[in-house]
């Protein structure tokens, strides 16, 4: 069902966004005009709910016995990347551990302190790490517990990569032990050059480039030829045609399943920044919200009560739908929530916000915040129909205590119709007329 022939930018086209979730397909004409949605849980071999929703988002517009349309895809199919620490001391590999994670994609799973023994290590694969980060402890410190956790990862079954965060007096040995028992290493400065200090950039960094490796999912046969992008490259592009069509500067949040995306995009100086946030979703990341919410003074107490049993429901239950009006508010409200954080985070990542519990200097040149004109949230939770919910999520932004002074001039617009994404893919490929006319018609309208 999926086509994968060069792209016309005057045939209709399906925009395909595969979720961690959901697999959702709209069909757009070359003018812009949305023809055809569809949506199907991603299944365990993706194909078959690609072909699903495909063919249903073309049999949605009445083009079944027509040729197939060319299908855009993007993917965040792996959701956000598993961490898996390895250090010597379990508070300061902790602490080193989430602020590599944040905003780069990753979650941590799994913090091991000090020698990995046989248990240890069957505790670590059974987390299912899509990647360990090893440290060695400060610059000069005694190297012969990374070399033996080195030479024990090295040993381990599994195919995810080490990062190696060391001095470079102990990353030889250490890198030489790895590489020889076939392990794929990425080596980066040391996170804990001196105790009680944590310099994460460069290995958030890394963190970073690991997760746009992986989020694409299954990346080979069939399936690899069709997806070349992950879904917040997608998001991205999208943000971009937004900013050129309101000549203002543009923040997107895209809250998903299992991780949430913040874009920023100047009118014309194209992308400023962009991060990902691998601990936040309205799925597999809603114990993430609510944990960061209650931390950030968001959620007070009596609210996370209430909304603890929905969350804990959410972690498990995946690709569902709410059942009544309930649970839709529920799942706005944690998708608002989401947001607000990842806002947060991203806001101090690229030095808008000061962060007091970051005390490494922030970027050489921060965003000026008086640049934002427009505020987006998008994604799948915010594809309904409720009007006055959307409105309330949208306040839940507008009117945070720590981002409102920031956004005063700003106009926050939800994305009820699911159409950045797909922009974004339509503009990657060459078909701005109809990404344009997809956001004026159902976005900037």
């Known amino acids: ?63 079944r016995r027509r040729a197939a349309p060319r299908v855009l895809a993007c993917s965040s199919a792996g959701g956000a ?33 000090g020698p990995l023994e046989p248990d240890a290590v069957l505790e670590l694969s059974s987390r299912r790490p899509g990647a360990v980060l090893l440290l060695g402890g400060a610059d000069g410190a005694d190297p012969a517990v990374l070399l033996h ?14 990062l190696l965060s060391v001095g470079e007096d102990a990353r030889t040995d250490a890198l030489d032990l ?16 001196q105790p009680g200090r944590i310099v994460a950039g460069p290995a958030r960094d890394a963190v970073a480039a690991l997760y746009a490796r992986h989020v ?30 309101t000549g203002t500067g543009v923040l997107v949040v895209d809250v998903g399943s299992a991780t949430t995306d913040v874009h920023r995009h100047g009118p014309g100086s194209g992308p400023v920044a962009a991060t ?34 929905a969350v804990a429901t959410l972690q498990e239950s995946r690709a569902t739908v709410p059942a009544d009006r309930g649970a839709a508010a529920e799942d706005r409200r944690l998708a608002a929530i989401a947001a607000v954080v990842a806002l947060r985070r991203h806001l101090r990542h690229t030095g808008v916000l000061a962060d007091p519990a970051q005390p490494e200097p ?3 040149t921060p965003v000026d915040a008086g640049e934002i004109g427009l505020v987006v949230l998008t994604g799948g939770v915010f594809r309904q129909r409720d009007a006055a919910g959307l409105a309330a999520a949208a306040r839940t932004v507008r009117h945070d205590a720590v981002l409102a002074p920031l956004l005063a001039r700003a106009e926050v617009r939800v994305d009820s119709e699911s159409v950045l994404a797909p922009a974004g893919l339509l503009a990657a490929h060459g078909r701005e007329v109809a990404a344009s006319g997809l956001l004026a018609e159902h976005l900037t309208g």
């Open 216 to 245: 694409l999912g299954a990346g080979t046969g069939r399936f690899g030829a069709l997806v070349r992008s992950g879904t917040h490259a997608a998001v991205g592009d999208g943000a971009g045609v937004l900013a050129r069509l």
């Open 276 to 309: 990902v946030e691998g601990d936040l979703g309205v799925r597999d990341g809603a114990v993430g919200v609510l944990t960061e919410a209650q931390t950030e003074g968001i959620v007070d107490p009596v609210e996370a009560d209430l909304l603890g049993p």
């Open 149 to 162: 956790n080195a030479g024990r990862l090295a040993r381990t079954r599994g195919h995810w990569p080490v």
């Open 178 to 193: 790895l590489l020889a028992g076939g392990r794929a290493v990425t080596t980066c400065p040391n996170v804990t050059p």
């Open 362 to 364: 922030g970027p050489d």
């Open 1 to 63: 069902m999926t086509d994968a022939s060069p792209d016309d930018p005057h045939t209709p086209a399906v925009c395909l966004d595969v979720g961690s979730c959901w697999t959702k397909a709209v069909l757009v004409l070359p003018d812009g005009t949305p023809a055809g949605f569809a949506e199907h849980p991603t299944t365990p071999d993706v194909l078959t709910g690609v072909d699903a929703a495909v063919a249903a988002a073309a049999a949605a517009a009445g083009r």
């Open 81 to 113: 990347l598993r961490l898996a620490v390895v250090g010597a001391e379990t508070l300061t590999a902790t602490e080193a551990g989430h602020r590599v994670c944040r905003s780069a994609g990753a979650r941590v799973v799994g913090v091991h302190p």
